[in-house]
């Protein structure tokens, strides 16, 4: 499928390709690895196999965010529904799998669900599982880089706009860029438009450091697997044996940071790029930012919005709210 293309894939799902293209990917991947404390944005985990890959991680034992905020969405579908309204418009950035919107739907019954996913083929496949298993509704799927483009595509059904964030997507952000990303949301909402977000809590160091450390090492393949997927953009010859997965909670800065750890001195090629990596160096791949209420009310409040309503599950390990703007 051609750049830009959007195809019918059945009666219920559309298509609809915004990617960008690799000459972009590549000059964001040198500009990240060309930094004293080199990095790689987080988007690059999700290829097909890490969009797996991340499937798998939700499932862990250790992993308690995705199974609490399921639990969240069970638990409240219908409080969640009428303060969406009927036919909402549902947006999802970074949908995956869109294993939690399944929880909603039934509540919900939106006019549209738009899930919005970097990995292609992942995507439409997810799409199409999902218009299977909801004859009724109707599916726009938009394959996109959501950091750079986080408008909803057009050709929408009339109806409220609600951004559906689920897994604590937002904590991958500095506040900073957290709060100029809540900004950039209000053109698509309008003014009636709604947030539906899921935020991590902060809790103990050691509660944190297990869920990005499974004991089956599925964490550590997902970080490593972003060498892989970018050998395939770039065409560069990153060895993934020569690093190792390091994560672990920053008290200071309440969050946990993953890291790609070089085992040895070594040089990547990354087409006229040459990259030096000394033992022991590491490459960022992601920050996951936890919040108390009172530190997510005041981010919210300063891009714009108020916090309508909070869930939280009994432990106050995960927590789900509504934003609307002020």
Not at 163 to 176: A, D, H, K, R, V
Not at 179 to 193: I, M, P, S, V
Not at 196 to 201: E, K, Y
């Amino acid at each position: 499928m051609s750049e830009h293309a959007t195809a019918l894939l059945t009666e219920n799902v559309i298509f609809k390709n915004l990617h960008p293209g690799e000459n972009n990917s590549r000059t964001e991947i040198l500009a990240g690895l060309h930094l004293k404390q080199k990095t790689i944005n987080p988007k690059y985990f999700y290829d097909t196999y890490g969009s797996e890959l991340f499937e798998k991680i939700t499932t862990l034992a250790e992993y308690y965010p995705t199974r609490t905020e399921r639990s969240l969405y069970t638990q409240y579908a219908n409080a969640i529904a009428e303060l969406c309204g009927q036919n909402c418009v549902l947006i999802e950035p970074g949908s995956g799998s869109s294993e939690k919107v399944r929880l909603l739907l039934k509540a919900l019954q939106p006019a549209a669900y738009v899930p919005m996913d970097i990995a292609k083929e992942f995507l439409q496949r997810s799409a199409l599982k999902l218009g299977r298993e909801f004859p009724w509704l109707n599916v726009h799927a938009v394959c996109a880089d959501f950091g750079h483009n986080n408008n909803a595509p057009e050709g929408l059904p009339e109806g409220k706009r609600i951004i559906f964030y689920p897994g604590s997507t937002l904590g991958n952000m500095t506040p900073e860029k957290a709060t100029q990303f809540l900004q950039n949301l209000r053109t698509t909402l309008g003014h009636e438009g709604g947030v539906l977000i899921g935020i991590d809590l902060h809790k103990s160091s050691e509660t944190l450091t297990a869920a990005y450390n499974d004991s089956e090492g599925v964490t550590a393949e997902f970080n490593l697997n972003a060498l892989n997927h970018i050998n395939t953009l770039t065409n560069s010859n990153f060895e993934v044996s020569n690093f190792s997965h390091h994560a672990f909670y920053n008290e200071e800065l309440r969050r946990i940071e993953m890291h790609l750890k070089s085992k040895l001195d070594h040089i990547v090629r990354l087409g006229q790029s040459a990259i030096a990596f000394s033992e022991g160096e590491t490459i960022h791949t992601e920050n996951s930012y936890k919040y108390t209420q009172e530190s997510f009310q005041a981010l919210v409040a300063g891009a714009g919005f108020n916090v309508r309503q909070s869930w939280l599950d009994d432990q106050q390990l995960f927590s789900v709210h509504y934003l609307e703007l002020k």
